[in-house]
């Protein structure tokens, strides 16, 4: 049957319940059979929408929904007994779809991420599997609106697909892109010009120290490998006793655990507090040299300056950014400069530590 013969359902969720619930859906029925003539839709006017089976879709449009597909989740959209449907993702409203670890999706013909309409879809693909049996088109090619589409792919997440064709440069300026933090694109045939140009041109963007391209099995493949970083949890737990969390001082040398993690410190030997920082001063301009970790992106240091210990305030200005960084193992050695104005100056390194 032709696409206007279908029979549209919604989802009417208000949670994140698993869509096989008839209840979930306005006709009061599961649309995941491969024999049905349902377009499924799922809506912003709704919950978010789950599914962690495995299950069939004839037709699959998010048009302003949240669809996740959890772990276990086998989704196959788009085929019928003698048709294959594309799936779409953010159809004239901005969707949002997420592919957890164990889950994947796979579509009988092309997908379209961000259709029509204005503003921002997107498709976290945190370590599940995207199988695309055609082509992804990123942006609207009948250029009828002003929506863009951001992919993430991390956590060894795999998007699979015959080509891609970027569809830019709307009214808005705004392009799709594909951020790849940890994960694989691959693509049928030789289209590694096709990527190289990708990569030059802003549509996939490299979040990653480490980076492959190859063409191999008549496939072209694009992988990107993060390094998880150790972490406080990580270098709390490799001391052999529990040494409690970031505040406290186990050894009791008046340095907390944090500031330990943050220096080399050995948290368990009150005469291992780490490597100091150095503060030297010549013509009137200091010039103060400390180590920051290099493997933890959620560890910030930041330099600031007083002129009073006693009434003044502690403020992050008054010095240069970086003079040098030299890698030394987990660490880089980062260099400031300090000029100095006032008759007095004090100088502090501060270590913030978010979740």
Not at 11 to 38: A, I
Not at 309 to 329: H, K, R
Not at 337 to 342: A, G, Y
Request: net charge negative; hydrophobic share 35%.
């Amino acid at each position: 049957p032709a696409a206007a013969e279908q029979t549209a359902i919604t989802w009417t969720g208000v949670s994140s319940t698993d869509l096989n619930d008839p209840s979930n859906w306005d006709l009061t029925d599961v649309p995941l059979r491969e024999t049905q003539n349902y377009r499924v839709n799922v809506t912003s006017a709704a919950g978010e929408c789950m599914l962690n089976s495995a299950v069939g879709a004839a037709r699959l449009f998010l048009d302003g929904g949240n669809l996740k597909l959890a772990s276990g989740a086998d989704l196959y959209a788009g085929k019928q007994p003698t048709n294959t449907y594309w799936t779409c993702v953010g159809y004239d409203l901005n969707s949002v779809l997420t592919v957890e670890s164990g889950a994947r999706l796979e579509t009988a013909d092309r997908m379209i991420f961000a259709n029509r309409g204005s503003g921002e879809s997107v498709i976290n693909l945190n370590g599940g599997e995207i199988k695309i049996s055609g082509q992804l088109q990123l942006g609207s090619e009948d250029y009828m609106g002003n929506a863009w589409g951001v992919m993430n792919i991390s956590t060894g997440g795999v998007l699979r697909a015959e080509t891609m064709r970027y569809f830019n440069g709307f009214s808005n300026g705004v392009n799709s892109v594909i951020n790849m933090y940890d994960g694989t694109i691959i693509l049928s045939g030789n289209r590694t010009n096709d990527v190289i140009g990708y990569l030059a041109s802003g549509g996939i963007v490299i979040h990653s120290p480490d980076s492959s391209l190859t063409y191999t099995n008549n496939q072209t493949i694009l992988q990107t490998i993060q390094d998880p970083p150790v972490g406080f949890g990580t270098w709390a737990s490799q001391w052999g006793v529990n040494i409690g969390d970031a505040t406290n001082d186990y050894d009791g040398d008046g340095f907390n655990n944090l500031y330990e993690y943050a220096f080399d410190g050995n948290p368990t030997n009150s005469a291992s507090i780490g490597t100091a920082q150095v503060l030297t001063n010549a013509g009137g301009v200091l010039t103060f040299t400390f180590r920051v970790r290099n493997d933890d992106p959620n560890l910030a240091y930041s330099v600031e300056t007083t002129d009073d210990l006693v009434s003044g305030t502690w403020a992050n200005v008054g010095y240069t950014t970086p003079t040098s960084s030299i890698p030394d193992g987990d660490y880089n050695i980062v260099t400031h400069t300090i000029p100095v104005t006032d008759a007095r100056k004090f100088v502090r390194v501060k270590i913030v530590q978010t979740p």
